[in-house]
C-alpha cells in the first residue's frame, strides 16, 4: 500500500493580493521543472496543511497550494465579503498567470473537486488533467443529504444534537437558521452554532478513523472554527453560487483531458452517487470505487489510491 511522500518544506510561498480586500497564502513545493498541479482544498472554509503537499512525488511536480479566501493562513480570516466561487476560479487564474504556468493538472477533494470542475469549464485551456475526491456537485439533494433526511437517518443521536440548538419552528431551513447565528452579532449564539455545526461534519467525516471517538469529538480553536463555519455556511446559504445542476448541465465545457475520479464508498459525506453520474457524463474519465473508502483524504486506503493516481497522472502528463 502506497504512503504519503516524505515530508518537504515550501520552496516559496508568497502572499498575493487578489482584490481590495482578500490577501492569499500561496506556496510552491516540489520541481520547480515538474509537472504544475493545483492542490484545491475542501471546505468551503478549511484551508491547507503540509500534508497536502506530499500527495505528488516532488521530484516530478511542481506543487502549488493556496488557502482559498477567508480560510487559514490567507487574510482576513473567516471574511465573507467578495467570497464567492467566481471568485475563487479568478484566484485560480491570477496564481496561474502570476507563476507563469501555462496548463496545469488539477487536484482537487470534496468542495475542492467542485471548485476544481468549475475552473477547468471556465478555463478548460489551462487544464491538463483533474484528479478528483469525494466528489460533490452542489445540488440541493447535495445539502439536503447533510442538512435534510439523508445522512441523518445513519447519525440520528447525532443529528439531535445538531438540531438541539435550533429553535423548532427553524428546522425546516437549518442552512438559513445556522446561518443566520453564526453570521449575526450574539456570540454566545454564534460560538454555539459554530461548534454545532463543526461536530456534526466531524463526526460524520470522522467516523471511520479509529483513533476518534465520534461520542467525544469537539472541534479544536473556537476562533478558528468560527471562521471555518463563517464561510461554510455563508457558500451554503448561496447555494456555492452556481445554478442547480451546473456541473453536470455544463460538462461538455470540460476539456477533453485525462479524469480520474476517487471516492470512497463508505463516503457519508459526499455519496458515491456523485462521482458515479461524473463518471457517466465525461467520456474520458476513470472511477475508483474505494471499497473500504471513506470521504477523508488521509485515510490509508484512500491515500494508496490517490498517490496511485498522482504517480500514474505523471506518467501521462511527462
Known sequence: MRELYPEIEA???YRLKVDPVHTLYVEETGNPRGIPVI???GGPGSGCNENHRRYFNPGKYRIVIFDQRGCRRSEPAGETENNSTHALIHDIELIRAH?????W???????????GLLY?????????????????????????WFTGQGVSRIFPDFWREFIGVIPGDERNDLVSAYHARVHGKDAKARKEAAIAWSKWAGRIVTYLLPSVDPYRYEPGDTEKTIHEVLIETHYAKHRYFI???QILDDVDRLP??????????RDLTCTLEASWLLRQAITKSELVIVEKGGHLAGEPVMVDALITATDEMAVRLA
Open 256 to 265: 477533453s483531458v485525462p479524469v480520474k475520479i476517487i471516492h470512497g464508498r
Open 120 to 144: 477547468a469549464q471556465s478555463h478548460p485551456e489551462h487544464v491538463s488533467a483533474l484528479i478528483l475526491r469525494g466528489a460533490f456537485l452542489a445540488r440541493r439533494r447535495d445539502l439536503d
Open 99 to 103: 507563476l507563469g504556468i501555462d496548463k
Open 39 to 41: 492542490f484545491l482544498h
Open 105 to 115: 493538472l488539477v487536484f482537487g477533494g470534496s468542495w475542492g473537486a467542485t471548485l
Open 11 to 13: 520552496l516559496n510561498s
Open 243 to 245: 445554478a442547480e445542476n
